[in-house]
Nanobody, 127 residues
Framework: QEQLVESGGGLVQAGGSLRLSCAAS????????LGWFRQASGKEREFVAAISWNVISTYYADSVKGRFTISRNNAKNTVYLQMNSLKPEATAVYYC????????????????????WGQGTQVTVSS
C-alpha cells in the first residue's frame, strides 16, 4: 500500500519560495502518478501539479505554471513541489496524492482519480 507524508510547509513572505516534499512508504513508488493539490480555508480542494511515473510528463494548474515545479526521485520514494514567487492566494494546506500509472495520464487534475493521500502541510504566504 502507498502511504504519503508531506513536509516543508511554513510561513513565507510574498515573492518567497518553499519546497514541499512528500515521502512514500510503498515499495512500488515508480508505478504511481503523483499529484499535488491544495485546499484553502472555506474552499474546495484544487489541483496544483502532477507528474508521471517516468518523470517525462508534468502538468500544472494555470495559476501556478511558470512558478511551481514538480519533480520526483523514485529511488528515494519522494516527490517534490518547488514553489517560487509565492502569492498570498497560495495560502492553503497542500496535499500530495497518488494513483496507479495504469490509469493513464488523463484527468490528472481531478482529485477524484487519486487513491492515496497524505495528511497535508500548511503553507501561509503573507503580503
Amino acid at each position: 500500500q502507498e502511504q504519503l507524508v508531506e513536509s516543508g510547509g511554513g510561513l513565507v513572505q510574498a515573492g518567497g519560495s518553499l519546497r514541499l516534499s512528500c515521502a512514500a512508504s510503498g515499495r512500488t513508488f515508480s508505478i504511481y502518478t503523483l499529484g499535488w493539490f491544495r485546499q484553502a480555508s472555506g474552499k474546495e480542494r484544487e489541483f496544483v501539479a502532477a507528474i508521471s511515473w517516468n518523470v517525462i510528463s508534468t502538468y500544472y494548474a494555470d495559476s501556478v505554471k511558470g512558478r511551481f515545479t514538480i519533480s520526483r526521485n523514485n529511488a528515494k520514494n519522494t516527490v517534490y513541489l518547488q514553489m517560487n514567487s509565492l502569492k498570498p492566494e497560495a495560502t492553503a494546506v497542500y496535499y500530495c496524492a497518488s494513483r496507479p500509472s495504469s490509469r493513464g495520464l488523463s484527468n490528472t487534475h481531478s482529485s477524484y482519480t487519486y487513491d492515496y493521500w497524505g495528511q497535508g502541510t500548511q503553507v501561509t504566504v503573507s503580503s
